[in-house]
């Protein structure tokens, strides 16, 4: 938020503008710069009392992208990008930091459009790459939709997920939503798949399934073999505004479930003002940064 730290990205219709000599070129300096923000990033966060770091998922910009996509081997400086993303990984490692993916909603792995679930796999596997140069040990992904047939759709999740690559499938968790699927409906393919569950207690808040905060963070809990990741974040217009699912700049310590403390956990906080937000909850908690599991 007030860092002088961005990640760059760019459009598909920019790229296409230029010429392909152009276009990589220019795709190569925004993967350099995005390499050398995710490390200043890192440093923040270990000087900081951090422990954790969502990565980016454009931070090799339109990487999958059907006309404007590239492979690393195709840029110039595509082998010296990579050593600068490993050098991050190595700086993580070094400092206890846990890092993490969180692919965009259009990836969906439960899709019947056979178009849809390929662009969905294409961009698990790019990300499962850089997650294996950064040492990040999850790609946490929603249920998907329910197309008129929760049963069947739930299915089809628990399919593709058996089929996925191995690196996309020793990392992949999955998150209840705010729309279609509470945790009662993901536990079961967590239990089926082996798969852990990212329990988003806002989102359970804005759709509960029977489960407790105190039931849900247990089954979730259970669902993990190492420390398991949950997100927290707070309404922006309190819990009787229209739209309890918007996201506030900062976390209401009220909304911290009192069940997870005292236990080792990975928290993400998605909040607006990001490291602001993260240093106003350690301070109303009285919490420091705790021990974090080493990534695979």
């Not at 990984?89 to 390929?118: C, I, M, W, Y």
């Not at 217009?237 to 990975?266: C, M, Q, S």
Request: include cysteine.
């Amino acid at each position: 938020m007030r860092e002088p730290i961005k990640f760059r990205t760019t459009t598909v219709t920019a790229m296409l503008r230029l010429s392909k000599r152009e276009r990589l070129a220019r795709l190569a300096e925004l993967c350099r710069l995005n390499a050398e923000a995710l490390l200043a990033a890192l440093q923040y966060c270990a000087h900081h009392g951090i422990g954790a770091f969502r990565v980016n998922s454009q931070i090799l910009p339109v990487k999958t992208h059907a006309e404007a996509g590239y492979d690393m081997g195709e840029l110039s400086s595509g082998a010296g990008i990579i050593q600068r993303f490993e050098q991050c990984g190595r700086f993580a490692r070094e400092n206890n930091l846990r890092l993490s993916f969180h692919p965009d909603q259009f990836v969906v792995l439960n899709s019947p459009n056979p178009k849809t679930l390929a662009q969905s796999l294409a961009e698990l596997n790019y990300q499962a790459q850089v997650a294996e140069w950064v040492g990040a040990d999850t790609l946490n992904i929603h249920g998907g939709g329910a197309y008129g047939d929760k049963a069947s759709a739930l299915r089809a999740l628990r399919q593709n997920i058996e089929s996925l690559p191995k690196p996309v499938r020793t990392r992949l968790t999955l998150e209840n939503d705010d729309k279609v699927y509470p945790p009662a409906d993901l536990l079961p393919v967590c239990a089926d798949t082996g798969v852990p569950l990212v329990y988003d207690v806002h989102h359970h808040r804005c759709l509960p399934d029977g489960l407790s905060i105190k039931e849900a963070t247990a089954a979730a809990r259970r669902t993990w073999k190492t420390e398991p990741l949950f997100h927290i974040s707070s309404p922006l217009e309190g819990w009787d505004g229209p739209k309890p699912e918007r996201h506030h700049d900062y976390i209401n310590v009220a909304d911290f479930p009192k069940e997870w403390l005292g236990w080792p956990l990975t928290v993400e906080v998605e909040a607006k003002a990001k490291e602001l937000a993260i240093r106003q909850l350690q301070q109303d908690l009285n919490l420091s940064c705790r021990t974090k599991t080493a990534a695979p």
